[in-house]
Each structure stands twice: as C-alpha cells, then as structure tokens.
C-alpha cells in the first residue's frame, strides 16, 4: 500500500482561495476598523469639564462629524484584502509576471 497523494480537484482549489480571501478580509478590515477608532479618539479629543460624563465607544460611533477615520480606515483595509485577492484568483495582475503559452515555452531537456 504505497501512499499516492489524491490530486487535488479544482473546486478545492477555488474553496481554498475563497476561504483565504474572506479571512484576509475580516482580518485587514477589523485592524482598519480598529486603527479608525483610535485615530478618531486621538484627532477629536475633547476636554471635558467635572460634571460631563466621560464618552463612551457608543457615542463616539453616534456623533457624525468623529466617524470618517473609522469608514476610512474600514474602507483601506477591505480595498488591500480586494487587491489580495484579485492578485490571487488572477496572477497575470502581479507586476513582473508574464503568461507564457506551450508554443513559446521552451522545450526542457
């Protein structure tokens, strides 16, 4: 019984690249989440006096004028996973790289 790997069929292939695109995404969009809301705490900080409640994430998500850093940010990282990912199903797209055909490959000795 020798142990002959299974070739691998194309629909794995695609299911793997998949997979990898959707976590590349929830990943690079939650970092870009997560550097949104600190950029926005830090260039929107406000002085509060002693009798005003301290902001919470909840009304920094609710006040308009303080969330673009967030969209912004959310919005860079899905737009890298994209690019990741178009460079993944369509490797013609990375830079340096040519598609040769069989009729201008040359012949291996």
């Known amino acids: 019984m020798s142990a002959t790997p299974k070739p691998t069929s194309s629909e794995d292939?695609?299911?793997?690249k998949y997979d990898r695109c959707l976590a590349d995404l929830i990943v690079?969009?939650?970092v870009g989440f997560g550097v949104g809301v600190v950029s926005s705490v830090i260039l929107f900080r406000?002085?509060?006096?002693i009798h005003s409640p301290i902001p919470t994430s909840l009304t920094?998500?609710?006040?308009?004028?303080?969330?673009?850093p967030i969209a912004?940010?959310?919005?860079?990282?899905?737009?890298?996973?994209?690019?990741?990912?178009?460079?993944?199903?369509?490797p013609a797209r990375i830079p340096g790289t040519r598609i040769v055909s069989a009729v201008e490959a040359p012949a291996s000795k």
């Open 72 to 90: 912004l940010g959310t919005g860079f990282g899905a737009g890298a996973a994209y690019a990741d990912c178009d460079r993944s199903f369509n």
């Open 13 to 16: 292939i695609i299911g793997q």
């Open 46 to 49: 406000r002085s509060y006096s």
């Open 28 to 30: 690079k969009a939650g």
């Open 60 to 68: 920094l998500l609710k006040c308009p004028g303080r969330t673009w």
